[in-house]
């Protein structure tokens, strides 16, 4: 019987081994795929080779796309004076919904990729002095006198296996920057504390 529940208990480690190694990877590449496909089909990116025959060749649209971002990005940077920019955004700005999105989306984009990157500054924030609990977030804006409000900070916290979350207004004095990777901690946040770097010499024991 001890043989059995030992046999038993190997495989079982074997599959959760092989699970643990195959999952991450199989929906990493179903992604990517997804994300290739779905570019590829803005452009028509078959090529016609004989007849009514055509080729497919993945990832022909994605390559176009990001050709073209860089031209635009070229071209829009040496050509087209900032001034054309300016006066275009004080039009966008007086259109009441294209306004809206255009500057919403524009803001997020600049949050990740532009000089003055938002989400780099994790922080703990406490939510509630009585009991001691906590929540993690990362500062977004640390002057909002335009709102006439002083002393605090506008802390975004993600929510966990999601792409939303929510905006807090906090007391200065109830945010803790924490010495940590942005990165690793949005990971952390967004896999609900599952995904976290552990120092080597914490790290549990492998199966």
Do not use: C
Request: no cysteine; charged share 15%.
């Amino acid at each position: 019987m001890e043989i059995k529940n030992s046999f038993a208990k190997r495989i079982v480690s074997y599959f959760i081994r092989g699970l643990v190694l195959v999952a991450p990877i199989y929906a990493t590449i179903i992604i990517i795929w997804s994300g290739v496909g779905y570019l590829d089909n803005i452009l028509n990116t078959e090529i016609p080779i004989s007849g009514n025959r055509t080729l497919y060749m993945p990832g022909l649209g994605v390559l176009v796309i990001f050709v073209g971002i860089i031209l635009l990005g070229f071209f829009f940077s040496t050509i087209v004076p900032q001034s054309f920019f300016s006066f275009a955004e004080r039009l966008l700005r007086k259109v009441p919904l294209v306004s809206i999105i255009y500057y919403s989306i524009k803001d997020l984009i600049l949050a990740f990729v532009g000089d003055n990157k938002k989400f780099n500054q994790p922080v703990l924030v406490t939510m509630y002095r009585d009991t001691g609990i906590k929540k993690i977030g990362f500062i977004t804006q640390t002057d909002l006198s335009h709102l006439k409000i002083s002393d605090h900070v506008a802390v975004y916290m993600p929510l966990s296996y999601s792409l939303s979350g929510e905006l807090f207004i906090v007391p200065g004095d109830q945010v803790t920057v924490l010495d940590a990777s942005a990165t690793d901690v949005m990971k952390m946040l967004v896999s609900g504390g599952i995904s976290m770097k552990v120092p080597k010499e914490e790290a549990p024991e492998s199966l």
